[in-house]
């Protein structure tokens, strides 16, 4: 019966998941009183489970495609198409808003982005910040599965900076392990879905599960602690209570979170058993070394500067103020470099200790570096970042030794090379895509500073930047209709990157 599943068509597949998932607000809905919320679900779930039904009937059979471009489509209709369902009840049960918002919203939920239109947790019922929680970590599940499953063989989403290509231009093995390679060759794509479906839903489901036992043993409420515990998986940074400092869970709560943000940095945190028989230390990960380097470095100048400011209104001797701005700022340089956008409840206390505003600008900067390869995190990727400090760092050393060898093996040597250059076209490219954003958001009406942060917080799907870039935050919900298409296509572009998006514009895919 599952093989049978799995045959069918990915988007068929995901609406049948979605159906299902519609029951857990259905259920949790009628415990918490709020019945007309509850039929909407289950009236939803009949609706939808019908039509999916149908829709596997007419389908079934069919022969199944290897093209890459079947692939690619049916990545995008992830992102496209399925908010549409998971709108409807979302439109219906909340009966103040129009479809266009819900379907924002839900676009903005699986993306992982997490840019709200309801800033006020209190207009929404708890089922619906349920559903909403939900729908970003079907999201994140989803990304690691077709990361891993379609995006990786292809040498797309940041895998072509470690890959190698043969003489046609075909993956060959790299520090991923022969099992891609192979995979690629014998291997469809159901049959890669399925794979690594199976073997990553226990982890991703054990490490949520996980974590909302411990913010619920620190004191959060089990309801507060679930959504929590699903968007700090997912990184997409909803929160039932409008964020950590809504909660109950204190500084416990936050250390558990960044301990399990750091799934976003490596693959290797949670699919080690997929990389080659030579299996490194997490501390030789290159994505990891990196992220350390970064939080490190910018934790401290940031702990400076606040100190450096509370030096000049007579504060620097407070051991407590000082300790918690260390805090804040550890704590939201890592939510932010994950994309989970996360503020630490430290940090509005950092301000108020130093007397300065938020560095905006270095948030947003984070946000573009962004996490690790096939993991829940958007940005540039860090293996990016690394393979051109790679490339720079030998430049400089050409420039002392014209004649030297670069040695470190076959993978450096690559990193080096065409991996930088692969790095180097990407950030090329995403630079050509936040001026064309920026200027379609200036064409509706947007002012510069709008159009930029809204442009970094789609790109890299860290829709937290909008509140914690600007000391006024925007207002999502009063944008035009024009520039709300706008945002959903940005979100879409950002979570599937630019490369993907022109690999499935290649003629060389869609020629027989």
């Known amino acids: 019966m599952l093989t049978?599943?799995?045959?069918?068509?990915?988007?068929?597949?995901?609406?049948?998941?979605?159906?299902?998932?519609?029951?857990?607000?259905?259920?949790?809905?009628?415990?918490?009183?709020?019945?007309?919320?509850?039929?909407?679900?289950?009236?939803?779930?009949?609706?939808?489970?019908?039509?999916?039904?149908?829709?596997?009937?007419?389908?079934?059979?069919?022969?199944?495609?290897?093209?890459?471009?079947?692939?690619?489509?049916?990545?995008?209709?992830?992102?496209?198409?399925?908010?549409?369902?998971?709108?409807?009840?979302?439109?219906?049960?909340?009966?103040?808003?129009t479809f266009l918002n819900a379907y924002v919203e839900m676009v903005s939920a699986l993306t992982t982005t997490g840019l709200t239109l309801f800033p006020d947790p209190d207009r929404l019922p708890k089922s619906l910040h349920l559903w909403r929680a939900l729908v970003g970590w079907m999201g994140g599940f989803f990304i690691w599965v077709g990361a891993i499953a379609i995006l990786a063989p292809m040498a797309l989403g940041g895998f072509e900076v470690r890959t190698r290509f043969g003489a046609r231009g075909s993956a060959l093995d790299t520090r991923l392990g022969a099992g891609h390679s192979q995979i690629t060759r014998v291997a469809d794509f159901s049959d890669r879905i399925r794979t690594y479906g199976v073997r990553l839903l226990p982890i991703y489901a054990g490490l949520t599960g996980a974590l909302w036992v411990g913010l619920v043993v620190v004191g959060e409420s089990p309801f507060v602690g679930l959504c929590h515990a699903m968007s700090a998986l997912a990184t997409s940074g909803i929160s039932p209570v409008g964020g950590l400092s809504g909660g109950v869970s204190g500084f416990g709560g936050e250390v558990m979170i960044a301990v399990f943000l750091a799934f976003a940095i490596s693959r290797q945190t949670f699919a080690s058993d997929m990389q080659a028989s030579e299996i490194p230390s997490l501390w030789r990960d290159p994505e990891i070394r990196l992220a350390f380097v970064i939080v490190v470095s910018l934790t401290g100048f940031l702990f400076l500067r606040h100190w450096i400011g509370a030096y000049e209104v007579d504060e620097e001797l407070n051991l407590i103020a000082g300790l918690t701005s260390l805090w804040g700022s550890l704590f939201t340089v890592v939510s932010f470099l994950t994309t989970a956008g996360f503020e630490s409840q430290a940090w509005e206390a950092s301000r108020n200790w130093s007397g300065l505003e938020t560095p905006g600008l270095l948030l947003m900067g984070l946000a573009?570096?962004?996490?690790?390869?096939?993991?829940?995190?958007?940005?540039?990727?860090?293996?990016?970042?690394?393979?051109?400090?790679?490339?720079?760092?030998?430049?400089?050393?050409?420039?002392?030794?014209?004649?030297?060898?670069?040695?470190?093996?076959?993978?450096?040597?690559?990193?080096?090379?065409?991996?930088?250059?692969?790095?180097?076209?990407?950030?090329?490219?995403?630079?050509?895509?936040?001026?064309?954003?920026?200027?379609?958001?200036?064409?509706?009406?947007?002012?510069?500073?709008?159009?930029?942060?809204?442009?970094?917080?789609?790109?890299?799907?860290?829709?937290?930047?909008?509140?914690?870039?600007?000391?006024?935050?925007?207002?999502?919900?009063?944008?035009?209709?024009?520039?709300?298409m706008v945002l959903t296509g940005a979100m879409i572009l950002g979570r599937l990157e630019t490369l993907a998006i022109i690999a499935l514009l290649s003629p060389d895919i869609w020629r027989r």
């Not at 009183?33 to 909407?40: H, I, S, T």
């Not at 014209?402 to 040597?413: F, H, L």
Request: charge should be positive; glycine fraction near 10%; hydrophobic fraction near 55%.
């Open 4 to 97: 049978q599943i799995t045959k069918l068509p990915l988007l068929v597949i995901l609406m049948g998941i979605s159906v299902l998932a519609m029951l857990l607000p259905a259920g949790f809905a009628w415990t918490v009183a709020e019945y007309y919320q509850g039929r909407v679900f289950l009236y939803g779930a009949l609706l939808f489970g019908f039509l999916t039904f149908f829709l596997a009937i007419a389908m079934a059979g069919r022969p199944r495609s290897t093209r890459h471009r079947r692939h690619l489509m049916a990545l995008l209709g992830l992102f496209v198409l399925l908010p549409i369902m998971l709108a409807v009840p979302f439109h219906q049960a909340l009966r103040t808003t």
């Open 368 to 484: 573009l570096i962004g996490g690790g390869v096939a993991t829940t995190a958007g940005g540039a990727k860090l293996m990016r970042v690394y393979a051109l400090y790679l490339h720079g760092l030998r430049e400089m050393e050409k420039l002392v030794h014209p004649s030297s060898v670069g040695g470190s093996g076959t993978e450096a040597r690559h990193l080096r090379g065409r991996g930088a250059y692969m790095a180097w076209v990407f950030f090329m490219l995403m630079a050509l895509s936040v001026a064309v954003i920026m200027a379609l958001f200036a064409l509706t009406g947007q002012d510069f500073e709008s159009a930029m942060i809204l442009t970094i917080a789609t790109l890299t799907t860290t829709g937290p930047v909008v509140e914690a870039a600007t000391v006024n935050p925007l207002s999502i919900v009063d944008l035009s209709a024009p520039a709300k």
